[in-house]
């Protein structure tokens, strides 16, 4: 099965813009049921971005630890890779930096 990870941006801009909780919650109904069945998921840093928000969005994330997954050991190898590639490209130093964390 693919799983696809969600950046911060997906649930920020979502809440701000088209898909309010009061507006539209079927959209945060869907995360919840793809969430569930493996298909999309989030990283620890971005449920800490998001909860550093303290806002509805903040409290809906809290309610969901399990959607925000922690870094698992063997990803560690490719981390090397990740980073070798991002500085051998064309990118701003502080966009480089951004990323990598």
Known sequence: ?????????????????????DFC???WDWI???RATGAVA???RVGAE???GDDELA???RQRPELFLSPDPSI???RGEVSTW?????????AINTFLE
């Not at 969600?6 to 309010?20: E, M, P, S, T, W």
């Not at 991002?86 to 502080?94: G, I, L, M, R």
């Open 50 to 52: 998001i909860e550093a």
């Open 25 to 27: 919650p079927a959209f």
């Open 76 to 78: 560690m190898p490719s």
């Open 59 to 61: 409290v809906w994330a």
């Open 86 to 94: 991002a500085n051998s490209s064309n990118y701003e130093p502080v």
């Open 1 to 21: 099965m693919t799983r696809y990870l969600l950046d911060a941006n997906v649930f920020i801009q979502a809440k701000n813009l088209h898909y309010g909780f």
């Open 42 to 44: 989030s990283i620890e």
């Open 32 to 34: 919840d049921r793809t």
